[in-house]
């Protein structure tokens, strides 16, 4: 015993004191962190793009929206190319996060709108009068600040505000992310903490055990006992390799339960939770556990009828009613017809209204969305 003393001296530095009885353990578990949500919008949505469960849900939200062919009452019209794709998306997307949306319209010579700009939501702020009525729109980047009237006319519009509704706010609406931020915090906490785990052969370290007739260890040699084992032992580089103990150190292997080790119900319902607040079917996302549809052809639709289609109202209400400054009565309006998910309906639809006897052509065509025949 006395080899395995000397071992101990030149490991610790020590006169290696030996606890009594087995009593004096170090266990080395890792922990992945709190799982605590970001403070702040931009910091939440860093989160959300690094998880693939909040990102796919927005995108396919924002690509459903983006993907919509659009026209006004049946025909082409110089206001549905001021709304393309990538306008549409970066709307879409906007509304999905922050619940707020703006957009700049560029007039060209003859005071037509040329295009129009979305802005980023988190950099626009709205300044009240004495009275809490809205006077004006900050537009703040860096040190530089634009200001934006809150309602102009044809030759000088203000800046369009789309929002959705937060019961909290009498101007500002509210997006999905600040509900969705706490299962996206522990999606992305319980990422770590496997990762940890994987580095560490999916269990933790283990506790040494010191046994022997003296007190306990000082300050000084646990922290040399620790620095040894981290740097020679420990993390992925070092997976297997032999451990050579004397002086009475003993390695106490720890093991997890089942339970304990068993993150993947927390993760699915986690993952559930961000589906629900981005308005996408969990079956959508290849999430299992789902048993609301009957198939995905069902969830897809439902995708569309409760998310998409909503969302591409608000957002088509408020730019018709921003162009009417320069179009009056102009309305904006989807293409049904060449939405693939929708076709199954659509096809009912027709058959029934082309079964209808007692309404005419044109009843039948305005029924359909199609207007007049010319």
């Given at each position: 015993m006395r080899g395995g003393r000397d071992w101990a001296v030149r490991l610790m530095g020590i006169g290696a004191r030996k606890s009594a009885s087995a009593g004096w353990r170090w266990a080395g578990l890792a922990t992945a962190g709190a799982a605590e949500?970001?403070?702040?919008?931009?910091?939440?949505?860093r989160a959300a793009y690094r998880n693939p469960v909040a990102l796919r849900a927005v995108r396919l939200v924002a690509e459903g929206v983006?993907?919509?062919e659009l026209h006004v009452d049946g025909s082409d019209h110089a206001g549905v190319g001021l709304l393309r794709p990538s306008v549409l998306e970066r709307l879409a997307t906007d509304l999905c996060l922050h619940g707020n949306a703006f957009l700049v319209t560029e007039l060209d010579f003859g005071g037509q709108p040329a295009a129009l700009w979305p802005l980023r939501p988190e950099r626009v702020v709205l300044e009240t009068d004495a009275e809490g009525q809205p006077a004006r729109w900050l537009h703040r980047v860096g040190s530089r600040v634009q200001r934006f009237s809150v309602a102009g006319d044809a030759a000088a519009p203000g800046l369009l505000h789309l929002k959705a509704h937060?019961?909290?706010?009498?101007?500002?609406?509210?997006?999905?992310?600040?509900a969705a931020s706490e299962p996206i915090a522990l999606l992305n906490a319980a990422a770590r903490w496997n990762r940890s785990?994987?580095?560490?052969?999916a269990r933790p370290s283990g506790a040494l055990v010191l046994d022997g007739e003296d007190g306990p260890l000082s300050a000084e040699q646990f922290a040399r006992l620790r620095d040894e084992i981290e740097s020679g032992f420990q993390g992925a580089a070092n997976a297997g390799r032999p451990m050579l103990l004397e002086g009475g150190l003993r390695w106490q292997p720890l093991a997890m339960t089942p339970a304990e080790m068993d993150f993947q119900k927390a993760r699915e319902a986690a993952a559930r939770e961000v589906a629900l607040a981005f308005g996408v079917p969990p079956m959508l996302l290849g999430l299992p556990g789902d048993s609301?549809?009957?198939n995905y052809a069902e969830a897809n639709v439902a995708?569309?009828?409760?998310?998409?289609l909503p969302m591409l109202a608000r957002i088509l209400g408020g730019v018709s009613a921003h162009l009417a400054l320069w179009w009056p009565g102009i309305?904006?309006?989807p293409d049904l017809d060449q939405v693939p998910a929708l076709w199954a309906d659509r096809e009912r639809l027709w058959r029934h209204v082309g079964e209808a006897s007692f309404l005419s052509d044109t009843e039948k065509?305005?029924?359909?969305?199609?207007g007049k025949r010319t």
């Open positions: 949500p970001p403070a702040g919008h931009e910091a939440q949505v983006a993907s919509v937060d019961p909290l706010d009498d101007h500002m609406g509210v997006g999905s992310l600040p785990l994987i580095a560490n052969a609301t549809h009957a995708l569309w009828r409760l998310t998409i309305r904006l309006a065509r305005e029924m359909l969305g199609w």
